[in-house]
């Protein structure tokens, strides 16, 4: 008989890389529909705020996720970047695909509001922990 994944087994993957991986998954179902079901949102920067929470919160759990099997001093202070590349080749993946979703197309704006929002969410990761972090190491 075919045993499925217990996971209870495996806590560090329901905690740290499922909500990654599900938040992926959310960019590219909504990236699938086609752009003739899109409503029309009458809400002034609904797009340019949408991009932006949508890879600002995919930046922060890829550096969760990192942070939290870091290998010591390196990979910490690494894992800034590597969480900025991963939203900027997700971001570059996700613009490809919408190339390929009637109605849809790639844009290059699209690509540096994601950017610019992973960068503002490292930016802000980085600022806390420069404040707040120290202190809790030394409590």
């Not at 590219?28 to 920067?45: A, R």
Request: aromatic content about 16%; charged content about 15%; overall charge positive.
């Amino acid at each position: 008989m075919l045993r499925l994944w217990n996971l209870k087994k495996y806590p560090d993957f329901i905690t740290f890389y499922l909500p990654l991986f599900v938040w992926m998954l959310l960019i590219f179902i909504l990236s699938s529909i086609p752009g003739s079901t899109l409503s029309k949102i009458e809400f002034p920067y609904a797009h340019p705020i949408a991009h932006s929470m949508l890879y600002g919160m995919l930046t922060y759990l890829c550096y969760r996720a990192l942070i939290h099997h870091r290998l010591g001093r390196i990979r910490h202070s690494y894992s800034l970047v590597i969480a900025f590349l991963f939203a900027g080749l997700y971001g570059m993946s996700d613009e490809y695909h919408q190339s390929f979703v009637p109605g849809r197309m790639e844009e290059l704006k699209d690509l540096l509001i994601d950017l610019t929002a992973a960068f503002v969410v490292l930016v802000c990761i980085a600022l806390y922990e420069s404040n707040y972090g120290e202190k809790k190491e030394k409590a």
